[in-house]
């Protein structure tokens, strides 16, 4: 008699130990399953794209690349937590017509922010100023194909006075009129504080150093800054 009820005893406290584990396995999964659905749940915004368009200004001639100003507006939108990445495209020595025969290229990644930073190479060589507003304009039209929300920004740009003084205001008006036409907003001139400083030019007194990109990347980092939003 003692040994059946021993054995029910027993039974009855294995069954408890049973019971018991299961439910602790059934709290544990519980209290676990939320995490692992709000891990699933995680979506990482993609990044927007700002796409600079230019010539030796934008490529940081003679440079590492870390210099020139598109890369210094990089560490800032990573600093502030801004959710874009940088391109740089530019290209040393580019005419507006070089610019136009390759836009479509370039635009195979599509810019939610389109700088423009062409022209001076034009000034320089004295070229037609209806060609060169053709072909900025024709650029232009190429990103709004691309990406009809794209918001432009127009680099605005100066020549020096020896080609006369006609061609030289006539130059500087290009930007400012093909800005207002296409609703982009414009730098009036992305050399202000920079063009005509020794200490901020190297020896051809025409390309930035390092500390004139950071004043170039101030410059544009003041009309960038508004058109961004800030998703993280």
């Known amino acids: 008699m003692e040994s059946v009820n021993l ?4 039974l009855i406290f294995l069954f408890s130990i049973i019971i018991a584990c299961s439910k602790q396995s059934e709290q544990q999964s519980s209290s676990e399953q ?7 749940t995680e979506v990482k915004t993609p990044k927007k794209t700002i796409l600079f368009f230019g010539n030796s200004i934008t490529a940081g001639y003679q440079l590492d690349m870390e210099e020139a100003f ?35 290229w370039v635009l195979n990644t599509v810019p939610d922010v389109f700088v423009l930073e062409l022209g001076a190479n034009d000034g320089l060589r004295g070229l037609p100023l209806e060609e060169s507003r053709k072909n900025l304009q024709d650029i232009i039209n190429a990103v709004k194909k ?14 020096p006075p020896n080609l006369g003084q006609d061609y030289t205001s006539s130059f500087r008006q290009i930007f400012p009129e093909l800005a207002e036409n296409n609703n982009a907003i414009l730098i009036p001139f992305i050399l202000e504080g920079v063009a005509g400083e020794p200490d901020l030019n190297l020896s051809d007194g025409i390309h ?12 544009v980092w003041k009309y960038l800054e508004p058109l961004l939003e800030k998703t993280s």
Request: no cysteine.
């Open 7 to 10: 054995k029910s005893f027993l």
């Open 70 to 104: 598109p890369a210094l507006i990089q560490n800032r939108l990573d600093s502030l937590g801004f959710n874009y990445q940088v391109i740089n495209a530019g290209l040393s020595g580019e005419t507006t017509a070089g610019g136009m025969s390759r836009i479509e």
């Open 146 to 159: 691309a990406n009809a929300d794209a918001k432009i920004i127009l680099a605005g740009m100066q020549v």
């Open 208 to 219: 930035p150093t390092p500390e004139g990109h950071m004043i170039l990347a101030e410059t």
């Open 34 to 40: 939320p995490a692992k659905q709000e891990e699933k």
